[in-house]
Nanobody, 122 residues
Framework: QVQLVESGGGLVQAGGSLRLSCAAS????????MGWFRQAPGKDREFVAG????????FYADSLKGRFTISRDNAKNTVDLQMNSLKPEDAAVYYC???????????????WGQGTQVTVSS
């Protein structure tokens, strides 16, 4: 079992920045790949970014590349998502998830956090 707990969500003005953090724990979580997803009301959950614990290889949803940065801190067992130049359409519940195989697909992920709300005011 892998436990994931997100934090850092909140209200931010358009153009502002926010940093989300996901604390991981549990059995062999370092062997998993980590992903961030988001889900806005009435929309499907979508992939944001992913990273490998082992070598920090990353990949991003094309539409978010350049504004969002994913990183990991092995000492703290956290995976962060730095979000810059936020837009109202970035508002969503953001989820951290773990998978055995790095993928943008929701159904490839085995473990999920409870989510953290991001609200962007215009």
């Amino acid at each position: 079992q892998v436990q994931l707990v997100e934090s850092g969500g909140g209200l931010v003005q358009a153009g502002g920045s926010l940093r989300l953090s996901c604390a991981a724990s549990g059995r062999a979580f370092e062997s998993y790949y980590m992903g961030w997803f988001r889900q806005a009301p009435g929309k499907d959950r979508e992939f944001v970014a992913g990273i490998s614990w082992r070598n920090a290889n990353t990949f991003y949803a094309d539409s978010l590349k350049g504004r969002f940065t994913i990183s990991r801190d092995n000492a703290k067992n956290t995976v962060d998502l730095q979000m810059n130049s936020l837009k109202p359409e970035d508002a969503a519940v953001y989820y951290c998830a773990a998978t055995r195989r790095l993928s943008p697909r929701v159904n490839e992920y085995d473990y999920w956090g409870q989510g953290t709300q991001v609200t962007v005011s215009s």
